[in-house]
């Protein structure tokens, strides 16, 4: 699985961005998939997570009521809509995918495929 993580820039407090992450492969509806991001000089911290099987999706507590995750199974897609963005939210953003029928988890560890990355930079 391949994945290719787009729409970062530059915005400033207060706007929106939305990310999308296109996968190769034919088992992305049967993949949970994250959202996670890298702060400079920090660790990288999940953001949020969408189920393969319910749908349900599941954020982290500093971005919940900003962020919302989707997919479109049909485009092998899954997008962060971002908005009400605060300069804390700069970071490099990754999309990454679970193999096959796992449930969604929070842990970097368990996610088996990453996208290279995008940078999300929110002016004050």
């Known amino acids: 699985v391949q994945l290719q993580a787009l729409g970062g820039g530059l915005v400033q407090a207060g706007g929106s961005l939305r990310l999308s992450c296109a996968a190769s492969?034919?088992?992305?509806?049967?993949?949970?998939m994250g959202w996670f991001r890298q702060a400079p000089g920090k660790e990288r911290e999940f953001v949020a997570a969408?189920?393969?099987?319910?749908?349900?999706?599941y954020y982290a507590d500093s971005v919940k009521g900003r962020f919302t995750i989707s997919r479109d199974n049909a485009k092998n897609t899954v997008y962060l809509q971002m908005n009400s963005l605060k300069p804390e939210d700069t970071a490099v953003y990754y999309c990454?995918?679970?193999?096959?029928?796992?449930?969604?988890?929070?842990?970097?560890?368990?996610?088996?495929?990453w996208g290279q990355g995008t940078l999300v930079t929110v002016s004050s």
């Open positions: 969408i189920s393969w099987s319910s749908g349900r999706s």
């Open positions: 990454a995918a679970k193999r096959p029928y796992l449930g969604v988890t929070y842990l970097e560890p368990e996610y088996d495929y």
């Open positions: 492969g034919r088992t992305f509806s049967s993949s949970t």
